[in-house]
């Protein structure tokens, strides 16, 4: 039996067919594909070889394919109508706009990108009841939407592929990838398939002295589980190892993740360590513990890749989750040691949570030197369930105080970038009540002695004492006052309702104000 098959301008589903062209015989229990030349999608295939279909019966395939661009497969994961906004033209937006689109929604280019050169080939040998195959992909210059990768080598090798003692194996080499916005030096590792369970090891480095690397056996069940048991785990972050203690265990299935044994530790110092023991149940019960001693978030954030110097600081952490999944008991305490968030710095950061009954018990305390200048204490009303019906915000109230004790201005004002060499004192308190959706505060804040620098404008306001009256209605009172070769003064109000977007009105004076000391503005 012999077939021709030609098609041209067609479609698979979201695959677009270019063209095929392609001759198959079938005798004496062989598939011969005697000549196949297509391009799918932009992607250029070639193949010929012979295959058995019966027992007995053996061959031997190859095909080749190669493509200067993968945009042409870009329908086959995002459809074929891509909308970039910032790819539109006028007349592009006012038509859509007609249709109710709304065009500030559409992704940008960047978002949809798909591109990259590839190429590769497939051997194929044996029946169709025990297929052996092997092949290898290489991709260059890769993007699919913000992520991407410089190299990507890919090897597989399996035996019995279609049989039921099928043997897989998987290599992956890959250079200069960004995912999930971070930047990796490289990733390679390998994987070894045997039934449902298999072994595999991977190693990623991140710059030049960051490397982490894990080995380890697995198993796969039929429900969607599986079980991992990790063998060896290193993490080298900046000069600095952390490594498996012992052989760990991790497992999983429709219900929960368990943890056994887990244990990670500085290699040049036991007692800095972190570990997990314990199920953690969506479904059913917890009893989960999670440990961590002098874990230094400077290298937390490395791993991170979050900005050199915006995160450090020595982390203990004690956290417990036992119960019901529908309504857990949380108990957690944490200190950490010389705490640095951006411009944020104190000697100490300290806090604890109780969570029983959809109601957190809360504290946090926040020590500069010896002397305690912030803390916050109270009650919130919130579900923090593994089965969540609903809103998670309760309509029961909340009561919360705080109370700043001359606590530095420089840490109350970090989150202002605008300002440099804060110097003053903030004192006072406030009770929240309320929802945690419409809280009502009340309560005075005062500040006293203050001053900053801003940089863009040459100028050093001094003498900056005000006060900030919250009442329950969200509104906030201001009265403030400022000299700066003059004076300035602010009085009215902040009204926030909604908290996530405040409205301001508010009187702002100015006599003698010096507001710019720069020759360039």
């Known amino acids: 039996a012999q077939a021709r098959l030609s098609a041209v301008g067609s479609r698979v589903g979201g695959l677009h067919v270019d063209t095929v062209s392609a001759a198959v015989s079938a005798a004496d229990g062989m598939l011969s594909l005697d000549t196949l030349d297509a391009l799918l999608g932009g992607v250029h295939i070639v193949g010929t070889g012979d295959l058995g279909m019966v027992e007995g019966a053996s061959g031997d395939a190859r095909l080749t394919f190669s493509t200067p661009s993968l945009f042409g497969l870009r329908p086959l994961f995002r459809g074929d109508s891509v909308l970039a906004r910032d790819e539109l033209s006028p007349l592009d937006e006012h038509w859509l706009t007609l249709e109710g689109v709304d065009v500030d929604t559409l992704p940008v280019a960047a978002d ?44 597989l090798d399996a035996t019995n592929l279609t049989a039921p003692d099928r ?99 500085r290699a040049d110092d036991r007692s800095v360590s972190l570990t997990a023991a314990g199920r953690l149940a969506w479904q059913g019960s917890s009893d989960l513990q999670v440990n961590a001693l002098g874990l230094s978030l400077s290298r937390v954030g490395r791993v991170a890749q979050l900005p050199d110097s915006l995160v450090s600081g ?7 989750v036992s119960g019901p999944a529908s309504d857990p008991l949380i108990g957690s305490t944490f200190r950490v040691q010389e705490p640095r968030y951006s411009r944020l710095a104190l000697s100490e950061l300290s806090g604890r949570l109780d969570y029983a009954d959809r109601v957190a018990d809360v504290s ?58 804060v110097d003053g004192r903030v004192s006072g308190g406030f009770r929240i009540r309320g929802t945690l959706d419409r809280p009502e505060p009340s309560g005075v804040v005062r500040l006293d002695d203050g001053a900053w620098s801003i940089d863009a404008v040459g100028v050093r306001h001094q003498d900056v004492d005000g006060t900030l009256t919250l009442t329950p209605d969200r509104t906030v009172q201001v009265s403030l006052g400022t000299r700066a070769a003059g004076t300035s003064s602010v009085e009215g109000q902040v009204i926030l309702d909604p908290v996530t977007n405040p409205r301001l009105d508010l009187a702002i004076a100015f006599t003698d104000f010096e507001a710019v000391n720069r020759r360039d503005v």
Not at 392 to 397: H, Y
């Open 364 to 421: 946090l305390d926040a020590l500069d030197g010896a002397r305690r200048v912030f803390n916050a204490a109270g009650t919130v009303p919130v579900d923090l369930s593994f089965q969540p019906e609903g809103s998670r915000i309760s309509s029961i109230p909340m009561d919360v105080q705080v109370v700043a004790d001359s606590l530095a201005a420089a840490v109350a004002l970090s989150y202002v970038g605008l300002l440099e060499d």
């Open 112 to 155: 949809v990108a798909m591109e990259g050169e590839a190429q590769g080939y497939v051997e194929v040998s044996g029946s169709f009841g025990a297929l052996d195959v092997s092949g290898q992909v290489q991709v260059t210059d890769a993007l699919y939407g913000r992520d991407g990768v410089a190299l990507l080598a890919v090897r």
């Open 167 to 265: 043997v897989v194996g998987l290599t992956f080499d890959a250079s200069e990838v960004e995912v999930a916005a971070r930047t990796l030096e490289s990733v390679d590792g390998s994987v070894t398939l045997e039934g449902r369970g298999g072994e595999g090891f991977l190693s990623v480095r991140q710059g030049e002295s960051d490397r982490y690397d894990a080995r380890g056996a697995f198993v796969l069940d039929s429900l969607g589980g599986g079980d991992l048991r990790l063998e060896e785990a290193t993490l080298d972050i900046d000069s600095l190892a952390w490594s498996l203690v012992r052989p760990a265990e991790v497992l999983w299935d429709r219900d929960g993740v368990t943890f056994r044994d887990v244990a990670m530790a």
């Open 314 to 320: 020595t982390l203990d952490l004690s956290l417990a």
